[in-house]
């Protein structure tokens, strides 16, 4: 277990400990126990995942001296809106690059677009072309920001970078202490099951898992790219951690699985049958995931149960990882869902 005093310098941002809850009656249907650990619990408006690695990256964003964050994503993105809003609290200036089809007719203002104007950020559109360089257009804006005198700080996609991948750390911290609250000292094998879509939160939970020693086997449904390409992010990643933090340590690259076959229509495109799983589980236990991420790695967690009702064994935590303003925006989709 890796004391908190071991733990980069962090700011206060996410509610935590965030509930871990038992789905009674999905659990009963799927013949395995499902636990929800409530992340989309961390906040209202900073909702989600995100705001977990923002704790780390911000606080080091302050103690390098930036005043502006800069980051990127889609254009719904939640990661880019909870910067916004926690750049706001942290005393910080935000600049969001966001993708879109055409960048000179950029998507109404609605679910996360709306938060992030209400937060005051700047917002640059971006094509889908240019978000593949992004890196030139991120030191592009960086140069223009530090010619006029201010000190900015580029996030990478998701915030799922090394020190990101401490938000998850603390929160397999977080999950093992639920999980003894249950068990007592022995801990039952446990499936941890999320959305992967930068990878920074299925790296920090495997090396949250490597840290703590609990039994937890650690499961990422990717809902873009494939799996090659979340091995290459998520254990260069770990490896870069180590580097930075375990630099003694030769447990090597921690275990983790991959769940490919559910990206469906691509990223941030969803197929009626996800939407339906969605609707489902609000009427059967009163709990909402979104279109983008959770409702697609839920998708994907139920087919491969009904195909094999143990391939996660006994007992299965799923993250809710937020996401809930991507709902609104296609509302239209559910049309005859309803
Ligand atoms: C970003 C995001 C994810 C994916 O997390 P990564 O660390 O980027 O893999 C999952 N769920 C929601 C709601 C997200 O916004």
Sequence with gaps: MIQQDAFPPRITLANTPTP???????????GVEIFFKRDDFTGSELSGNKVR??????????????????????????HCRATALAAVRAGLSSLLLLRTDDPANPPAVS????????????????????????????????????????????IPEGGSTALGAWGYVAGMAELAADL???DGDRVKPTTIVCAAGSGGTLAGLALGARLSGEPVRVVGVNVCDDRDYFVNIIDGICREFDRAWQPHSSAGIPPYDIVDGYVGRGYAL?????????RDLVRLEGVVLDPVYTGKAYFGMMAELAKAPRVFGERIVFIHTGGLFGLFPIADQFTGLL
């Design 20 to 30: 871990l809850q038992k789905m009674e009656r999905l659990s009963r249907q799927a």
């Design 53 to 78: 690695k923002l704790e780390f990256i911000l606080a080091d964003a302050l103690q390098r001296g930036a005043d502006t964050v800069i980051t990127c994503g889609g254009a719904q993105s939640n």
């Design 111 to 154: 679910g996360n677009i709306l938060l992030d104007r209400l937060a005051g950020s700047d917002v640059v559109w971006i094509s889908p072309d240019q978000y593949r360089a992004r890196d030139e257009v991120f030191e592009r804006e960086a140069r223009r920001l530090r010619s006029e005198g201010r000190h900015p700080c580029i």
């Design 180 to 182: 003894k609250r249950l």
């Design 270 to 278: 969803s197929r009626p049958e996800e939407l339906a799983a969605i």
